[in-house]
C-alpha cells in the first residue's frame, strides 16, 4: 500500500506471508526494510526517500529477492510513486463507510457497487481522469461488528460462533483477516498500491458507538470478551492504518516505531506484547496517545481528527476532544492558508433538526429532567446513534469558535474557506454557515463509500433532517435549557443516498467538489462505470458577486449538477 507521500520520499507499507527483507526499486535505485511480527503476522514499512519532486515512477516491490509486485498478469498499469509537486494545488479524494463484500450480482444487490473500485477501474483505463494526490479514508474502513458471510466463515472455522462475541471479531488474528478481505481485490489492490492513503477510524472499525457515553464504555468493558476486541482493534489499526498516515519524521517520534528501526540484526522483531500494553494504555488513558495527524499540502492545510478514541466521558467534563486533543486542534486551527479541511469522521454540522435533538438528547440523559429521564435519554442516545458533535456541545462550541476566529482573520490572514470533511451518516450532503463576511463555512459530507441505507430508513433520515425536523427541534433544545447555535447553517445541497467517492480540488476560482458512484451496465457487474452523482462550485468569497444569496441565505454558486437519488 502507498501511503504517506511527500515532495521528496513515499512510505510502502506491505504485510508478507513471513518473515522477509522488503524492497522497493525505482528509477534505478533500491530501498529495503526488514518486517517485524505482530501476532503471527508479519509486516515492514519501506521509506523510499531523495526522490525528486513532482515526477512518477513506476516500481517494483521484491520479497526476499523475488519481484512479488505489480502482478504481470493483473491487467492492471505498474504502480508508481507519485511524489508533490511544489505549487501544485490539491486534489484529493475523500469517503467513508465501505464493507467487504464480493464484488458479484449479489453483493452489489445487497451493498449497492463499490464507489472506490469503480474508481480505480477508472483511474486504470486511463480514461482522461485526473489522479488525486492522495485518498482520504474516514472511517469504518472495517466492519468488526457486522460481518461478511466470507468473514464470518473464517471465524467458524477457527472458534464456535455460538459464544460471544459470535458473528463480531474476536482478536488480532479475526482483524488481520478482516482488511485482507478489505484490502485484496485486484482493482482496490491496486490503487491502493499506487495512489497515497490517509486513514482515521469511525465506531465500527472497533464497534457501533464506540465510545458513545461513560454508561456504553462501563458495560462493554464489564463483558469478558471486550478487553481482547479493543486492544486488538487498536493495535491492528496502528499497523494497518495508523502507521502509514505519518510522516517519516512523525514515525520516529513515535515510541513503538522507535523500537522497529532500533532493532539490530539477529531475529525478527516481535512486537505482539509491546503493542498489546500500548493499545491497552491508549484505550484507558486517551490522552497518552494523539491518533489525529495534520499535514500541509502548499496553501492548503489538511487537518485529521480523532473523533472516538478521544473523548472524555466523565459527566463532569464531557467533551468529543479531550484538553489535550483539543489543544492540539488549538495550535493547528490558524489563517494564513487559502483553504483550511478539517476531517472528521462525524460530520461538524449535522443537518441543523438532527443537532437539535442531540444537543437536547445530551442535557437530558445528563439530568436536565431529571433521573428517570436520564435513563430513557440514555437508552434513546444508544439506540439512534445520538453521539456526533451535535450531543457534545461544549466541543462543538470550542471548536465553532475556532473556525469562526480563523474565518474572521483573527487566527493570521483569512482563507478562503473552512470546510469540514466528513462521513458516517450514510448519505451525503452539502451545507454552509451563514455569514456576510470572511471566510465561508463549509461542511461537505460523503458516505457511504459501499453500504447504503436501507429505503425506509432514508425516508426516515430525510423527514428527521430536514423540513420542520430545525424548529421543532430547536424548542425541544431550548426546553432542556440548551442555549441556540452560535451561528445557522443551511442546507446547500442534498441529502442523497448513493454509494460514492467524493473529489475535492482548489482551483483559481475557488473549491471544486463532486461525487461519483459506481454503475452497473448490460450486467457486467465486475467492471462498473463511473459516474458524477453530484458537483458545486464553491467560490472565494473575492470574487462571489455580493448580491449571491449565499452571503446571507447559503445556496449553491453557479456552474452545479446536481443528479443524486434523494
Given at each position: 500500500?502507498?501511503?504517506?507521500?511527500?515532495?521528496?520520499?513515499?512510505?510502502?507499507?506491505?504485510?508478507?506471508?513471513?518473515?522477509?527483507?522488503?524492497?522497493?526499486?525505482?528509477?534505478?535505485?533500491?530501498?529495503?526494510?526488514?518486517?517485524?511480527?505482530?501476532?503471527?503476522?508479519?509486516?515492514?514499512?519501506v521509506?523510499?526517500?531523495?526522490?525528486?519532486?513532482?515526477?512518477?515512477?513506476?516500481?517494483?516491490?521484491?520479497?526476499?529477492?523475488?519481484?512479488?509486485?505489480?502482478?504481470?498478469?493483473?491487467?492492471?498499469?505498474?504502480?508508481?510513486?507519485?511524489?508533490?509537486?511544489?505549487?501544485?494545488?490539491?486534489?484529493?479524494?475523500?469517503?467513508?463507510?465501505?464493507t467487504?463484500?464480493?464484488?458479484?450480482v449479489s453483493?452489489?444487490?445487497?451493498?449497492?457497487?463499490?464507489?472506490?473500485r469503480?474508481?480505480?477501474?477508472?483511474?486504470?483505463s486511463?480514461?482522461g481522469?485526473?489522479?488525486?494526490?492522495?485518498?482520504?479514508?474516514?472511517?469504518?474502513?472495517?466492519?468488526?461488528?457486522?460481518?461478511?458471510?466470507?468473514?464470518?466463515?473464517?471465524?467458524?472455522?477457527?472458534?464456535?460462533?455460538?459464544?460471544?462475541?459470535?458473528?463480531?471479531?474476536?482478536?488480532?488474528?479475526?482483524?488481520?483477516?478482516?482488511?485482507?478481505?478489505?484490502?485484496?481485490?485486484?482493482a482496490?489492490r491496486?490503487?491502493?498500491?499506487t495512489?497515497?492513503?490517509?486513514?482515521?477510524?469511525?465506531?465500527?472499525?472497533?464497534?457501533?458507538?464506540?465510545?458513545?457515553?461513560?454508561?456504553?464504555?462501563?458495560?462493554?468493558?464489564?463483558?469478558?470478551?471486550?478487553?481482547?476486541?479493543?486492544v486488538?482493534?487498536?493495535?491492528?489499526?496502528?499497523?494497518?492504518?495508523?502507521?502509514?498516515?505519518?510522516?517519516?519524521?512523525?514515525?520516529?517520534d513515535?515510541?513503538?516505531?522507535?523500537r522497529?528501526?532500533?532493532?539490530?540484526?539477529?531475529?525478527?522483531?516481535?512486537?505482539?506484547?509491546?503493542?498489546?500494553?500500548f493499545a491497552?494504555?491508549?484505550?484507558?488513558?486517551?490522552?497518552?496517545?494523539?491518533?489525529?495527524?495534520?499535514?500541509?499540502f502548499?496553501?492548503?492545510?489538511?487537518?485529521?481528527?480523532d473523533?472516538?478514541?478521544?473523548r472524555?466521558?466523565?459527566?463532569?467534563?464531557?467533551?468529543?476532544?479531550d484538553d489535550?486533543?483539543?489543544?492540539?486542534?488549538?495550535?493547528?486551527?490558524?489563517?494564513?492558508?487559502?483553504?483550511?479541511?478539517?476531517?472528521?469522521?462525524?460530520?461538524?454540522?449535522?443537518?441543523?433538526?438532527?443537532?437539535?435533538?442531540?444537543?437536547?438528547?445530551?442535557?437530558?440523559?445528563?439530568?436536565?429532567?431529571?433521573?428517570?429521564?436520564a435513563?430513557?435519554?440514555?437508552?434513546?442516545?444508544?439506540?439512534?446513534?445520538?453521539e456526533?458533535?451535535?450531543?457534545?456541545?461544549?466541543?462543538?462550541?470550542?471548536?465553532?469558535?475556532?473556525?469562526?476566529?480563523?474565518?474572521?482573520?483573527?487566527?493570521?490572514?483569512?482563507?478562503?474557506?473552512?470546510?469540514?470533511?466528513?462521513?458516517?451518516?450514510?448519505?451525503?450532503?452539502?451545507?454552509e454557515?451563514e455569514?456576510?463576511?470572511?471566510?465561508?463555512?463549509?461542511?461537505a459530507?460523503?458516505?457511504?463509500?459501499?453500504?447504503?441505507?436501507?429505503?425506509?430508513?432514508?425516508?426516515?433520515?430525510a423527514?428527521?433532517?430536514?423540513?420542520l425536523?430545525?424548529?421543532?427541534?430547536?424548542?425541544?433544545?431550548?426546553?432542556a435549557?440548551?442555549?441556540?447555535?452560535p451561528?445557522?447553517?443551511?442546507?446547500?445541497?442534498?441529502?442523497?443516498?448513493?454509494?460514492?467517492?467524493?473529489?475535492?480540488?482548489?482551483?483559481?476560482?475557488?473549491?471544486?467538489?463532486?461525487?461519483?458512484?459506481?454503475?452497473?451496465?448490460?450486467?457486467?457487474?465486475?467492471?462498473?462505470?463511473?459516474?458524477?452523482?453530484?458537483?458545486?462550485?464553491?467560490?472565494?468569497?473575492?470574487?462571489?458577486?455580493?448580491?449571491?444569496?449565499?452571503?446571507?441565505?447559503?445556496?449553491?454558486?453557479?456552474?452545479?449538477?446536481?443528479?443524486?437519488?434523494?
Amino acid at each position: 500500500m502507498m501511503r504517506y507521500v511527500d515532495e521528496t520520499s513515499a512510505s510502502i507499507w506491505v504485510e508478507t506471508r513471513s518473515a522477509a527483507r522488503v524492497s522497493v526499486r525505482a528509477g534505478g535505485r533500491d530501498w529495503a526494510a526488514r518486517s517485524f511480527a505482530v501476532h503471527g503476522h508479519h509486516y515492514a514499512l519501506v521509506e523510499v526517500d531523495g526522490l525528486e519532486p513532482g515526477t512518477v515512477l513506476p516500481y517494483t516491490l521484491e520479497i526476499n529477492g523475488t519481484q512479488c509486485w505489480p502482478d504481470p498478469a493483473s491487467g492492471f498499469p505498474p504502480p508508481v510513486i507519485a511524489t508533490l509537486k511544489p505549487g501544485k494545488p490539491l486534489r484529493m479524494a475523500y469517503g467513508s463507510c465501505r464493507t467487504s463484500v464480493p464484488h458479484d450480482v449479489s453483493g452489489n444487490r445487497t451493498h449497492g457497487v463499490d464507489s472506490l473500485r469503480a474508481y480505480a477501474l477508472a483511474m486504470a483505463s486511463d480514461d482522461g481522469l485526473a489522479w488525486p494526490d492522495l485518498v482520504v479514508f474516514l472511517g469504518d474502513q472495517v466492519y468488526a461488528d457486522s460481518t461478511s458471510e466470507e468473514m464470518q466463515e473464517f471465524i467458524r472455522a477457527r472458534r464456535d460462533m455460538g459464544e460471544p462475541p459470535g458473528e463480531e471479531l474476536k482478536d488480532y488474528e479475526e482483524y488481520a483477516h478482516l482488511y485482507n478481505l478489505a484490502w485484496s481485490d485486484p482493482a482496490n489492490r491496486w490503487l491502493l498500491s499506487t495512489l497515497p492513503s490517509a486513514m482515521i477510524f469511525d465506531d465500527h472499525d472497533i464497534r457501533d458507538d464506540w465510545n458513545a457515553s461513560l454508561s456504553w464504555k462501563r458495560d462493554m468493558e464489564a463483558k469478558p470478551w471486550w478487553h481482547e476486541r479493543i486492544v486488538s482493534g487498536l493495535s491492528s489499526y496502528w499497523v494497518y492504518q495508523h502507521l502509514g498516515n505519518l510522516s517519516p519524521q512523525e514515525r520516529l517520534d513515535d515510541a513503538i516505531w522507535q523500537r522497529v528501526v532500533g532493532h539490530g540484526s539477529g531475529s525478527e522483531l516481535d512486537l505482539s506484547e509491546e503493542l498489546d500494553s500500548f493499545a491497552e494504555r491508549a484505550d484507558q488513558d486517551p490522552a497518552s496517545y494523539r491518533w489525529s495527524f495534520c499535514r500541509d499540502f502548499g496553501d492548503t492545510r489538511l487537518i485529521v481528527l480523532d473523533s472516538r478514541a478521544a473523548r472524555n466521558l466523565a459527566p463532569e467534563a464531557r467533551a468529543l476532544l479531550d484538553d489535550e486533543e483539543m489543544a492540539w486542534l488549538d495550535s493547528r486551527m490558524r489563517g494564513g492558508f487559502r483553504h483550511l479541511l478539517v476531517a472528521t469522521s462525524l460530520p461538524f454540522l449535522l443537518p441543523m433538526g438532527l443537532h437539535h435533538v442531540e444537543s437536547w438528547n445530551e442535557a437530558v440523559s445528563e439530568g436536565a429532567w431529571g433521573k428517570f429521564a436520564a435513563r430513557a435519554g440514555e437508552k434513546l442516545r444508544q439506540a439512534v446513534d445520538l453521539e456526533h458533535w451535535g450531543a457534545f456541545q461544549k466541543s462543538f462550541r470550542e471548536v465553532a469558535a475556532m473556525a469562526t476566529e480563523v474565518a474572521d482573520g483573527k487566527r493570521g490572514p483569512s482563507p478562503e474557506t473552512v470546510t469540514f470533511l466528513s462521513g458516517d451518516v450514510h448519505f451525503s450532503y452539502v451545507a454552509e454557515v451563514e455569514r456576510s463576511s470572511g471566510s465561508r463555512i463549509i461542511q461537505a459530507v460523503c458516505s457511504p463509500i459501499r453500504n447504503p441505507l436501507p429505503r425506509l430508513m432514508r425516508s426516515f433520515g430525510a423527514v428527521m433532517a430536514y423540513g420542520l425536523a430545525a424548529p421543532l427541534g430547536a424548542l425541544v433544545a431550548r426546553s432542556a435549557r440548551v442555549p441556540d447555535p452560535p451561528f445557522r447553517w443551511t442546507r446547500v445541497e442534498g441529502p442523497w443516498f448513493n454509494n460514492n467517492l467524493a473529489s475535492l480540488e482548489v482551483a483559481p476560482e475557488g473549491l471544486k467538489l463532486w461525487w461519483q458512484t459506481g454503475v452497473v451496465e448490460d450486467g457486467d457487474d465486475l467492471h462498473p462505470r463511473l459516474e458524477r452523482v453530484a458537483s458545486l462550485n464553491v467560490a472565494s468569497p473575492s470574487v462571489r458577486d455580493s448580491s449571491d444569496p449565499a452571503v446571507k441565505h447559503p445556496r449553491p454558486d453557479a456552474g452545479r449538477t446536481f443528479t443524486g437519488q434523494p
